[in-house]
T-cell receptor, first 110, second 115 residues
Framework: QKEVEQDPGPLSVPEGAIVSLNCTYS??????FMWYRQYSRKGPELLMY????GNKEDGRFTAQVDKSSKYISLFIRDSQPSDSATYLCARGGGNEKLTFGTGTRLTIIP | DVKVTQSSRYLVKRTGEKVFLECVQDMDHENMFWYRQDPGLGLRLIYFSYDVKMKEKGDIPEGYSVSREKKERFSLILESASTNQTSMYLC??????????????FGQGTRLTVV
């Protein structure tokens, strides 16, 4: 079983819509979860991270971890064309290995 | 500005060749990672290293080896390149244990084609 599973999409939404991206993970012992954003022909860059469970907000972005269902979510409010990218969920912090979901390609339509 | 540099952006090699992919980071990071990225399969971990001369297998180590002789440099070696190793290869580094470091910094990637 993969450590982190993610729907690859693609996902297209109109500008201004709320976007919901989701992943599931396999091991309830995992503590650190991240969302990376990858633009075309670039390496991934960290967008947000959460430790354990709960919500974390940063501007238009909210990351959420539900440990009871082993579910990771990223919400994007007031989506912009510049948000068009591939979004990757990941787990692993400190000295742990860092593993990723397959990534969801998101397109925001102006 | 933090930097992870991969030696080549594009590489074309012949089947059976020994291939070296080099990665250098300037952040004094303990942890370094090698991934390959393929459409529909995402980023898959090949090997990682949490210290000089230390290495751990990732999810798909077969056909690859690594070398970490110096802290700043992590090399990926394809012992005998095959066409199914045609892929985008990404190197990353991350800070030390115990600080809950989560941000990994990636290089720009090496697009390897094996013909």
């Amino acid at each position: 079983q993969k450590e982190v599973e993610q729907d690859p999409g693609p996902l297209s939404v109109p500008e201004g819509a709320i976007v919901s991206l989701n992943c599931t993970y396999s091991n309830s012992a995992f503590q650190y979860f991240m969302w990376y954003r990858q633009y075309s022909r670039k390496g991934p860059e960290l967008l947000m991270y959460t430790y354990s469970s709960g919500n974390k907000e940063d501007g238009r972005f909210t990351a959420q971890v539900d440990k009871s269902s082993k579910y990771i979510s990223l919400f994007i409010r007031d989506s912009q064309p510049s948000d068009s990218a591939t979004y990757l969920c990941a787990r692993g912090g400190g000295n742990e290995k860092l593993t990723f979901g397959t990534g969801t390609r998101l397109t925001i339509i102006p | 500005d933090v930097k992870v540099t991969q030696s080549s952006r594009y590489l074309v090699k012949r089947t059976g060749e020994k291939v070296f992919l080099e990665c250098v980071q300037d952040m004094d990071h303990e942890n370094m990672f090698w991934y390959r990225q393929d459409p529909g399969l995402g980023l898959r971990l090949i090997y990682f290293s949490y210290d000089v001369k230390m290495k751990e297998k990732g999810d798909i180590p077969e056909g690859y080896s690594v070398s970490r002789e110096k802290k700043e440099r992590f090399s990926l070696i394809l012992e005998s390149a095959s066409t199914n190793q045609t892929s985008m290869y990404l190197c990353a580094s991350r800070g030390p244990t115990g600080q809950g470091n989560t941000e990994a910094f990636f290089g720009q990637g090496t697009r390897l084609t094996v013909v």
